[in-house]
């Protein structure tokens, strides 16, 4: 059972082991068609280095890194790293989530990147679409981003998705690519197979069978039960901020549910339009329904300490996708992939080593 903790919420990289730096020459890994047989990974890591890259979408252009091993010859298998609902750059920095609060800000897509770089492989992160100037500190893009999905952003974040798999597998140091999809990136990575996008495998981490709006409303209506349960039991001066915090709260979820109505036209909720939150909800349920269909390599990764959505969403998740999908449940790991039960200011270890075992040897 998930522990539920108080909290009224919407919404330097860690270290990969000892380091080698003898040049290593990799053999070049063939992918007919975009799909390969198994891979081979360093025995350890080595250092890694980085190169900006661009790419074009809807006339905008997107920002990101490959990161690579150093001393490597000939062609890498490649991974696109793809994020999730939010206003996330390259590096994914996170410090809290529903539910959740970090003692440090933990960049988990640039974590990542260089966990697997460092075993050979390409990695591709990129500042996403919703970066934009005004919002948090380290975005740059220009807020006129925003207008090429003020109609469909969820499609337009998977088109991003896909402008970024093209230049990537384009290159010639990269022989087939995987995608790791955190999230709604999860349901990214889902939507561009569904649009016949050639690739690998598919990660698919804190993948939930709630859409985003499903998961606000069920934060909310959580926030709601904490924050009268914990009045009940108090008898101070706390009351009087819980109170207040309990009134917000409860003006949230009304908003919530009027922008998330199907049938309502010029409602927001949180500064997000209602065409766009219905964008998402349709991303989602497209990604899910090809998930039951599609033949690629698929893992999805699960934490027990997902807070995100209700404790039925896993068993609900596994129902829906049947099988043929590789499943992994991570005890004490939140949505945001750090294990609260051991080091808390990284991504969790288990996952680190499960995603080398499935890109190394993907199966159906």
């Known amino acids: 059972m998930k522990r539920l903790l108080p909290l009224l919420l919407l919404s330097s990289c860690a270290s990969?082991?000892?380091?080698?730096?003898?040049?290593?020459?990799?053999?070049?890994?063939?992918?007919p068609n975009g799909v390969c047989e198994n891979v081979e990974v360093f025995e350890e890591p080595v250092s890694t280095v980085s190169e900006e890259v661009n790419f074009l979408s809807h006339g905008d252009t997107l920002s990101g890194e490959i990161l690579r091993p150093v001393g490597v010859s000939g062609p890498l298998p490649g991974i696109l790293i793809?994020?999730?609902?939010?206003?996330?750059?390259?590096?994914?920095?996170?410090?809290?989530?529903?539910?959740?609060?970090?003692?440090?800000?933990?960049?988990?897509?640039?974590?990542?990147?260089?966990?697997?770089?460092?075993?050979?492989?390409?990695?591709?992160?990129y500042d996403k679409r919703t970066c934009v100037e005004g919002g948090r500190v380290w975005c740059t893009y220009p807020r006129a981003y925003?207008?090429?999905?003020?109609?469909?952003?969820?499609?337009v974040l998977a088109d991003d998705a896909q402008s970024a798999m093209k230049s990537f597998t384009a290159r010639k140091d990269i022989s087939g690519v995987s995608l790791i999809g955190h999230g709604q990136g999860a349901e990214l990575a889902l939507e561009l197979s569904r649009r016949g996008v050639k690739m690998r495998s598919i990660a698919a981490?804190?993948?939930?069978?709630?859409?985003?709006?499903?998961?606000?409303?069920?934060?909310?209506?959580?926030s709601k039960e904490a924050l009268e349960t914990r009045l009940k039991e108090k008898n101070d001066a706390e009351t009087d901020e819980m109170r207040k915090q309990l009134v917000k709260v409860e003006a949230s979820l009304a908003e919530a549910k009027i922008a998330f109505a199907a049938d309502t036209k010029n409602a927001s909720f949180g500064g997000v339009d209602g065409t766009v939150w219905k964008s998402f909800d349709r991303l989602h349920e497209h990604a899910l329904e090809h998930a039951q269909v599609h033949t690629i390599p698929?893992?999805?990764?699960?934490g027990?300490?997902?807070?995100?959505?209700?404790?039925?969403?896993?068993?609900?998740?596994?129902?829906?996708?049947?099988?043929?999908?590789?499943?992994?449940?991570?005890?004490g790991v939140s949505h945001d992939l750090v294990d609260l039960t051991s080091d808390a200011t990284t991504i969790s270890q288990d996952l680190s080593q499960i995603l080398v075992d499935f890109l190394k040897t993907p199966t159906r």
Not at 16 to 31: D, F, L, R
Not at 97 to 117: D, K
Not at 207 to 219: D, G, K
Not at 308 to 325: A, T, Y
């Open 298 to 302: 698929l893992l999805v990764v699960i």
């Open 16 to 31: 990969v082991g000892s380091i080698n730096e003898t040049p290593i020459t990799q053999q070049k890994n063939e992918c």
């Open 82 to 125: 793809l994020h999730d609902f939010g206003t996330h750059n390259r590096d994914g920095m996170v410090r809290e989530s529903f539910g959740i609060h970090l003692p440090v800000e933990v960049p988990i897509y640039r974590t990542m990147a260089e966990q697997l770089a460092a075993l050979g492989f390409a990695v591709m992160i």
């Open 205 to 222: 981490l804190s993948l939930s069978n709630a859409s985003v709006t499903q998961q606000v409303v069920y934060q909310l209506r959580s």
């Open 146 to 155: 925003l207008n090429a999905g003020k109609d469909d952003l969820g499609s």
């Open 304 to 331: 027990t300490m997902d807070l995100n959505s209700p404790d039925s969403d896993e068993e609900k998740l596994k129902s829906r996708l049947g099988k043929g999908v590789r499943w992994e449940s991570l005890d």
